[in-house]
């Protein structure tokens, strides 16, 4: 039991399991930013970006406040919740779940990353489809979107695989050099029609109320 909702959400899948960003499991994920085992080549991420900075120490620091931020920014026009992959009962990434005035549109946008020692074995689509689950069985969303950059074989490869259908794209510089994002969107309704039934959930009522989605 937590006294900050978000923090007590779970979702469980037969791979792996996504638990609200504790203190102490940041703590324990730590390392692998300290390594630079969120980073990739190509890069992946927008600039300005905590994986992008150079001191280890540093690193951590910006990749901590950021999650504080959006920590403390959660409210009815704009939350982020951000959630630990556990994979074994250790933590190997993040995955978020992003909504900007959801109220309104119903729809959200996703953020993750794995640590380098565990990718290309499925388990970034696994946590993408737990964090699906929680936004259209959990917080009753009517669209999912995603972005990548062109050349992210990883991210774009499990829009493809989930059912995402292309939605544009758009312009972002990455370490200071621009690069074209592919867009993504997920509707309700093909979700639905490939629904698990093997995902579990725990802690979305009082998380729906920490979100103004509920009184
Ligand atoms: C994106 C990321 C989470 C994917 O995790 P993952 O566990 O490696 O992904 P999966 O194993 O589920 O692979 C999903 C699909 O992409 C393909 N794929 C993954 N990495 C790939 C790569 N480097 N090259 C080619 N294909 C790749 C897989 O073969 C799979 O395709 P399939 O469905 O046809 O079998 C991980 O690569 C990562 O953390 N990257 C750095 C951070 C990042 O890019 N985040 C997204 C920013 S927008």
């Known amino acids: ?33 300290r390594d630079g085992k969120a980073d990739d080549d190509p890069p992946p991420y927008d600039d300005p970006f905590w994986a992008y900075e150079p001191d280890p120490e540093r690193r951590v620091h ?18 982020r919740l951000h959630l630990v992959v556990m994979v074994d009962g250790e933590p190997v990434g993040m995955q978020d779940l992003i909504g900007h005035d959801f ?15 565990v990718r290309r074995r499925g388990i970034g689509s696994e946590m993408r489809a737990a964090i699906l689950h929680l936004a259209f069985d959990g917080l009753d969303a009517e669209e999912a979107g995603s972005e ?27 370490r200071g050099e621009p690069v074209l994002g592919r867009r993504w969107r997920l509707l309700r309704s093909v ?8 995902i579990s959930l725990s802690g979305v ?11």
């Open 1 to 33: 039991m937590s006294i900050y909702p978000p923090l007590a959400v779970r979702i469980t899948t037969p791979e792996v399991e996504l638990l609200g960003a504790t203190d102490e499991l940041l703590e324990r994920l730590a390392p692998h930013v």
């Open 62 to 79: 910006r990749w901590l406040q950021g999650i504080w931020r959006g920590r403390g920014r959660t409210g009815p026009e704009n939350w």
């Open 103 to 117: 109220t309104t549109f119903a729809t959200v946008e996703s953020f993750s990353w794995l640590s380098s020692d």
């Open 148 to 174: 990548a950059n062109a050349d992210n074989a990883g991210s774009n490869g499990i829009s493809q695989r989930l059912g995402y259908e292309p939605n544009g794209t758009a312009w972002a510089t990455c």
């Open 191 to 198: 979700w639905a029609a490939n629904r698990r039934d093997d």
């Open 205 to 215: 009522p009082e998380c729906r109320v920490a979100l103004g989605l509920d009184p």
